[in-house]
């Protein structure tokens, strides 16, 4: 069905308005709208697709198969059971707990990101209730909680549960479908999510070069109008080609926003490239770059995420990064700081599009358009570009 700005409920999406796709009070349920929603998983790269070899020289810990299980652990002592009749899956802090109900079928990772690593699971669904009894998912583990922790565990615990909370709660054809989180991996949590074969946007259009790419840039930009009027406004922080998914029947879906801001949170500063709680610098808005000393501690807003949408469509139109020409983020710093902006529109972009990428690139972030005013501009493109 198409999407328009009507279809947003005034005052915006809420937990009470949005339809949803699971129950709280009755978890065993878990996914219904099969047809709405087909399995998939995000991988990142299949490049980085671990063999035990690789796993050891990159100092990777393999899981043991199968992990344990502990049905009695919880993270929190407030930890209750789920209304359901059977007591394999409980409820915590309004999250879904599946830890009993997951197995891990992967020993090392299947590909990994700058803060986490992703496994290949199994959830054991109800079969009196289901009718698929297994179901393939990914397990997202957050590097963060692996080894001694430098952090108070509780307190991460309780931070990581509101953020997959929130999440859980989203029900959008363009956000990514999270079903609970698990605990079985020697302790460690781990989001359960959909198993997106497809794998993410950037390694989708360079395997399929004919795919048109204009309407999974529709697709991020519906996702974002979600994201931006849901009640409370909820911010991506990190939007790029390597979080964007890619459904079976070709629909993008948004992943992994809130998820860098935990980790900063917690342990600061990850991976080889500046990744900040503002997100990577190729996508930062100038705002959060320029913040001089306070660059990991400024926190992304709604402004900034349009400023990483402009990135995203050029790249998903182009192939190339943003600031494709610049090597090293110290350059892509003092770039933004001379106000130049990620690239040169093509020529052969549609016109509309141009316009709505050049207007995302705007150095104030207070004249910036928002995204709900660049949604009308986005549906008056009909061809490709």
């Not at 009749?85 to 990994?112: E, H, K």
């Not at 496994?119 to 397990?139: D, F, H, I, S």
């Not at 859980?168 to 079985?184: M, P, Q, S, W």
């Not at 809130?258 to 100038?286: K, Y």
Request: charged share 20%; glycine share 8%.
């Amino acid at each position: 069905m198409p999407f328009s700005l009507q279809d947003i409920p005034s005052g915006g999406w809420t937990l009470e308005n949005t339809p949803r796709r699971r129950s709280l009070s009755n978890p065993e349920r878990g996914h219904t709208n099969h047809h709405d929603y087909p399995p998939l998983l995000a991988l990142i790269n299949p490049a980085m697709v671990y063999s035990s070899s690789k796993a050891a020289a990159m100092g990777v810990t393999p899981l043991s198969i199968p992990a344990p299980v502990n049905p009695t652990w919880s993270p929190e002592k407030d930890s209750v059971d789920s209304a359901s009749s059977t007591p394999s899956t409980s409820v915590t802090a309004g999250i879904v707990d599946l830890t009993v109900r997951i197995r891990t079928s992967s020993r090392y990772p299947r590909t990994s990101g700058g803060f986490c690593d992703i496994y290949e699971g199994e959830w054991e669904r109800n079969p009196r209730t289901e009718t698929q009894a297994v179901e393939k998912v990914a397990l997202k583990l957050l590097r963060a909680f692996n080894g001694n922790l430098g952090f108070d565990r509780v307190r991460a615990i309780k931070r990581l549960n509101r953020e997959v909370y929130v999440w859980h709660r989203l029900d959008h054809a363009n956000i990514v479908e999270l079903f609970g989180i698990t605990y079985h991996m020697e302790g460690r949590p781990a989001i359960v999510m959909k198993w997106y074969q497809n794998g993410n946007a950037t390694d989708y259009l360079k395997e399929h070069p004919n795919i048109e790419c204009l309407p999974l840039i529709q697709d991020v930009a519906k996702g974002l109008v979600y994201l931006h009027t849901s009640h409370p406004p909820i911010v991506h922080g990190d939007l790029k080609g390597n979080n964007i998914l890619i459904a079976d029947d070709g629909h993008a879906v948004l992943s992994d926003f809130g998820l860098s801001r935990i980790v900063e949170d917690l342990v600061g500063p990850t991976g080889n490239t500046t990744s900040t709680a503002g997100g990577t610098i190729r996508w930062m808005a100038p705002e959060l770059v320029n913040a001089g000393e306070d660059i990991f501690e400024v926190r992304p807003t709604l402004r900034s995420d349009v400023w990483s949408f402009g990135c995203t469509s050029y790249e998903l139109m182009t192939g190339l990064l943003p600031y494709h020409l610049r090597r090293s983020d110290l350059q892509i710093m003092q770039d933004i700081g001379n106000r130049t902006k990620p690239a040169n529109l093509l020529k052969q972009f549609h016109p509309v599009l141009r316009d709505i990428i050049d207007q995302c690139w705007t150095f104030e972030s207070d004249t910036r358009p928002g995204m709900c005013a660049l949604w009308p501009l986005l549906g008056q493109i009909t061809g490709s570009s």
